[in-house]
């Protein structure tokens, strides 16, 4: 990386709550006095009971513990709103921006938000819902989403949001995971004007296996649509919570109580409980959305992300109600109804740091500047990228025409386990460079390994992985603890090891190159290939099936399929928009096949093991980088299927 392109940090940082010299003594402190740090970032919270145990961590696999705060007390939801009523309560704390521009925006204060969460606390109460109970929430960005994460945290119960873009099957896979006693459900979402069906979806998958243990259902009316309600087990959301007190006595919840489950998907079929708990996940979360997004009072932010992903978790609901930000929830997409709608809702509500991912900068980008340049923007401030790999000529775009020049773009590096960000730039503090997450946060001790788990130092690319400990990290697996130290602590002894791909450069920063296990990381959502191989191989008329990504110019990550079919099958057209409905049927359309091709036979080890290296460069139409083929059962099905490549 040239000298010219680095965005110098100076511009930005007279006005910036830290500079330079801080963040590195905060670095320093961190190293020096750890407990004393990871102490003094507690006190950003409210405790019953202030912990005075800080750390207990060993990654051995003979002694594995991750405990942070452990005897502190404290309840997420009282964080969050109460702790705000005295200063701040009639301050705004959600916009909410109709997918429908011409719907009317709705504001709640703090004040307002805490009522509301609080009915809905009582009446999850009386519907028999106690500490450690889970709650799955599947619902649309709408305040009721927010509102449900949040009385859940009140009473103690772990809420388990599942993406509204998920299908009947993943939305009982997920109930049955973890015995869901009550689902928070909408008659149905709105996104980009298409209407989902929500409760339809719920109705479906509650008929499958594993989900007896719900009790109830929740039903938002949003959209007004007639939905069938199934008596006694479905209750309309608003005649429960209406007539509720709206004060509500919290749950003391203990630092280490789990706060919530969120799935996501690793290299086996089924997607892991990644599961979440009160204290240092809530510290981390309000640490870092203050430190990266150089948070203050004044500020509107507006995170993209979804609730049902972590960054909804983290830089939607915790993260910025602990700081008592004012901030926009906006449940449509940046296409609709033209593609300057982001920027409208920037202007609407004056939003100062806007945090989305790389993939829907690339689509707007594609659009030209115009769709841009139309509006405002100027109570941008700051800009911030997550999920996958900013590619520098989009982060140019970002910077330039998003941002004319103004405002830092923090790329932030992290991941569902992590609970929050640990790699990226402190805007006024940290030159930026297009492309680079840059530096770890103050306590954050990444390192690059090779194959082999040897320590690289300096300039060099590895596979990324964390020394130590963060207040952030997740506890487990929920229900299968052995898998969480399989997943993580296993590959490379006493590391917590990321799955991602990493290059450091000679001035010490960090490029994520991308996962580097059969994880496919597409428009910023991670699906397991072996997730949408069982889905195509569930069909009749497969026989097998191998997943791959390729790269794809908006998404990222494009999904490659290779369908061998069961002998007399025809490889019709007819059938490859069967299994493409299949998939979206089984996952959800995130899960949608770019490309199925037919495979005779797939590459595979004498030992029978698909060599998915070779069926990546085959997808990238690369034939000159496959490597050597000698190590196959059969050569020569290489060449079939580069001939094979569907036009
Ligand atoms: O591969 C990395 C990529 O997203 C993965 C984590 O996905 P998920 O758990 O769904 O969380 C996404 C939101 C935090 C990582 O393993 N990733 C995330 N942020 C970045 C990134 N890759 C490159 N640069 C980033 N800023």
């Given amino acids: 990386m040239h000298q010219r392109d680095r965005v110098e940090a100076?511009?930005?940082?007279?006005?910036?709550?830290?500079?330079?010299?801080?963040?590195?003594?905060?670095?320093?402190?961190?190293?020096?006095?750890?407990?004393?740090?990871?102490?003094?970032?507690?006190?950003?919270?409210?405790?019953?009971?202030?912990?005075?145990?800080?750390?207990?961590?060993?990654?051995?696999?003979?002694?594995?513990?991750?405990?942070?705060?452990?005897?502190?007390?404290?309840?997420?939801?009282?964080?969050?709103?109460?702790?705000?009523?005295?200063?701040?309560?009639d301050k705004v704390a959600l916009i909410f921006e109709p997918d429908d521009p011409d719907a009317p925006v709705q504001k709640l204060t703090y004040r307002e938000l805490h009522a509301r969460v609080c009915r809905l606390a009582n009446a999850l109460r009386n519907l028999g819902v106690g500490k450690g109970d889970r709650v799955t929430i599947y619902l649309p960005m709408i305040p009721e989403a927010v509102v449900a994460m949040l009385a859940c945290a009140r009473i103690g119960a772990v809420h388990s949001v599942v993406f509204g873009g998920f299908a009947p099957q993943s939305v009982a896979d997920r109930i049955a995971d973890c015995g869901s006693k009550l689902v928070i459900t909408a008659d149905e979402g709105l996104r980009g004007g298409r209407r989902i069906p929500l409760k339809a979806n719920v109705d479906a998958a509650l008929k499958l296996p594993g989900t007896h243990s719900v009790e109830t259902v929740l039903v938002?009316?949003?959209?007004?649509?007639?939905?069938?309600?199934?008596?006694?087990?479905?209750?309309?959301?608003?005649?429960?919570?209406?007539?509720?007190?709206?004060?509500?006595?919290?749950?003391?919840?203990?630092?280490?109580?789990?706060?919530?489950?969120?799935?996501?998907?690793?290299?086996?079929?089924?997607?892991?409980?990644?599961?979440?708990?009160?204290?240092?996940?809530?510290?981390?979360?309000?640490?870092?959305h203050a430190l990266v997004f150089d948070l203050k009072p004044e500020d509107v932010f507006w995170c993209t992300a979804d609730i049902g992903w972590i960054t909804g978790h983290s830089y939607v609901v915790y993260g910025p109600l602990a700081n008592g930000c004012t901030q926009v929830i906006f449940e449509g997409v940046p296409n609709h109804p033209d593609v300057s709608r982001f920027w409208q809702v920037v202007d609407r509500h004056q939003v100062s740091i806007f945090y989305t991912a790389p993939t829907a900068i690339r689509a707007l980008m594609r659009e030209g500047d115009a769709p841009v340049r139309a509006t405002s923007r100027t109570s941008l401030r700051l800009l911030g990228s997550v999920g996958e790999p900013i590619n520098p000529e989009a982060w140019r775009w970002y910077f330039e025409v998003v941002g004319e020049g103004r405002c830092p773009i923090v790329d932030t590096w992290w991941q569902t386990e992590t609970g929050g960000i640990l790699?990226?730039?402190?805007?006024?503090?940290?030159?930026?460079?297009?492309?680079?997450?840059?530096?770890?946060?103050?306590?954050?001790?990444?390192?690059?390994?090779?194959?082999?788990?040897?320590?690289?130092?300096?300039?060099?690319?590895?596979?990324?992985?964390?020394?130590?400990?963060?207040?952030?990290?997740?506890?487990?697996?929920?229900?299968?603890?052995?898998?969480?130290?399989?997943?993580?602590?296993?590959?490379?002894?006493?590391?917590?090891?990321?799955?991602?791909?990493?290059?450091?450069?000679?001035?010490?920063?960090?490029?994520?190159?991308?996962?580097?296990?059969?994880?496919?990381?597409?428009?910023?959502?991670?699906?397991?290939?072996?997730?949408?191989?069982?889905?195509?191989?569930?069909?009749?008329?497969?026989?097998?099936?191998?997943?791959?990504?390729?790269?794809?110019?908006?998404?990222?990550?494009?999904?490659?399929?290779?369908?061998?079919?069961?002998?007399?099958?025809?490889?019709?057209?007819?059938?490859?928009?069967?299994?493409?409905?299949?998939?979206?049927?089984?996952?959800?359309?995130?899960?949608?096949?770019?490309?199925?091709q037919w495979a005779p036979a797939l590459p595979k080890t004498r030992s029978g093991k698909i060599m998915r290296r070779i069926l990546r460069k085959i997808a990238e139409d690369a034939p000159e980088q496959l490597g050597d083929t000698s190590t196959l059962a059969d050569p020569s099905v290489v060449d079939a299927l580069l001939r094979g490549r569907p036009r």
């Fill in 10 to 89: 100076a511009t930005f940082a007279a006005k910036a709550n830290i500079n330079r010299e801080q963040y590195e003594q905060l670095c320093a402190q961190a190293v020096q006095d750890p407990d004393g740090f990871w102490a003094g970032l507690a006190q950003r919270l409210h405790w019953y009971r202030f912990p005075t145990r800080i750390r207990d961590v060993s990654y051995d696999l003979r002694d594995f513990r991750i405990r942070w705060y452990e005897d502190g007390v404290l309840n997420a939801s009282v964080n969050c709103l109460d702790r705000h009523l005295d200063s701040n309560g």
């Fill in 220 to 288: 938002v009316r949003h959209t007004g649509a007639a939905v069938p309600m199934q008596m006694p087990r479905d209750r309309w959301f608003d005649a429960v919570v209406d007539g509720q007190p709206d004060s509500c006595e919290p749950a003391q919840m203990n630092a280490e109580d789990p706060l919530f489950i969120l799935y996501t998907s690793g290299s086996t079929g089924k997607p892991k409980g990644v599961l979440h708990t009160t204290g240092g996940y809530l510290v981390w979360a309000s640490y870092t």
């Fill in 423 to 596: 790699i990226s730039p402190i805007p006024g503090a940290t030159d930026l460079k297009p492309g680079s997450a840059t530096r770890p946060l103050p306590g954050i001790r990444p390192a690059l390994v090779d194959a082999t788990g040897t320590l690289l130092e300096g300039e060099a690319e590895g596979n990324l992985v964390l020394l130590d400990s963060w207040p952030g990290q997740m506890r487990t697996v929920y229900g299968d603890h052995q898998r969480f130290i399989d997943t993580y602590f296993k590959t490379y002894p006493g590391m917590y090891f990321t799955g991602d791909g990493c290059r450091r450069d000679a001035d010490g920063d960090y490029w994520i190159t991308g996962r580097v296990d059969d994880v496919i990381n597409v428009s910023g959502h991670r699906i397991g290939t072996a997730e949408v191989e069982s889905a195509l191989v569930a069909h009749p008329a497969v026989a097998e099936a191998a997943v791959v990504g390729v790269p794809h110019p908006v998404k990222g990550q494009g999904i490659y399929a290779y369908v061998t079919l069961v002998a007399g099958e025809q490889e019709t057209e007819e059938l490859r928009q069967a299994l493409v409905a299949q998939v979206r049927q089984m996952i959800g359309p995130i899960a949608t096949p770019d490309v199925i």
